[in-house]
């Protein structure tokens, strides 16, 4: 069964970059059918799509993050990254990475609870 | 960038039949995918492409979309139902990009 793992500090300073890797067992991330996102969940706030990657480092951004935002990947080692920079409190957020497959997504990680304090 | 719209809130008795709504420009040319979320869980795929059931989700869970409007359906409605959904789309107006609505908590009554 495909799962996701988010990592990384939970606790980032302000305008410090906020950096978070997903790790992917149960599945290669170099299927050629799949993208690889990232969401974040503001505490009691709905969902906002960060943006997508494919194996070959192809990616689509949210428009409104997309001068502070990269995403990466590593084959090698079934993962993909994050980078927020510059954050502010208003990044303060519970981050999501997931499987899409074609415009879903279809698999989710737990999440990771990021605090900009 | 395009907008869906759902209302904040939905309620309904058990056994009866919810619907939630995602309103959006001519929403019916795009394929509606539908989460549910409860409190403190990821969020869950519950239909994609309008209306197509991942394995193992229940009957009861179906969707459509035309027009302006995509539903979820959830009939015979469960105390375990009660959760916030999310409808999100797939924009390709400009660069490709997911939309999520803003959510919707259904209350079981």
């Known amino acids: ?11 980032v300073k302000p305008s410090e970059t906020l950096s978070l890797t997903c790790t992917v067992s149960g599945g290669p991330i170099s299927s050629r059918s799949y993208y690889w996102g990232w ?3 503001p505490p009691e706030k709905g969902l906002e799509w960060i943006g997508s990657i494919f194996y070959n480092g192809n990616t689509f951004y949210n428009s409104s993050l997309k001068s502070r935002v990269t995403i990466l990947v590593d084959p090698s080692k079934n993962q993909f990254s994050l980078e927020v ?33 | 960038s395009y907008v869906v719209t759902q209302p904040p809130s939905v309620s309904v008795a058990p056994g009866q039949t919810a619907k939630i709504t995602c309103g959006g420009n001519s929403i019916g040319t795009k394929s509606v995918n539908w989460y549910q979320q409860k409190p403190g869980q990821a ?4 239909v ?13 869970f179906s969707g459509s979309n035309s027009g302006n ?10 105390a375990g139902d009660e959760a916030d959904y999310y409808c999100q789309v797939w924009d390709t107006t ?7 609505g803003g959510g919707t908590k259904l209350t079981v009554l």
Not at chain 1, 1 to 11: I, Y
Not at chain 1, 88 to 111: K, P
């Open chain 1, 39 to 41: 969401i974040r969940q």
């Open chain 2, 43 to 46: 969020p869950v795929l519950v």
């Open chain 1, 85 to 117: 920079r510059s954050v502010t409190a208003a990044d303060t957020a519970v981050y999501y990475c997931a499987r899409q497959y074609l415009t879903a997504f279809d698999f989710w990680g737990q999440g990771s609870l990021v605090t900009v304090s």
């Open chain 2, 94 to 100: 400009n660069d490709p990009a997911g939309v999520f």
């Open chain 2, 69 to 78: 409007t995509a539903t979820l359906s959830i009939s015979r409605v469960e």
């Open chain 2, 48 to 60: 994609s492409v309008d209306s197509d059931r991942p394995s193992g989700m229940p009957e009861r």
């Open chain 1, 1 to 11: 069964q495909l799962q996701l793992q988010e990592s990384g500090p939970g606790l």
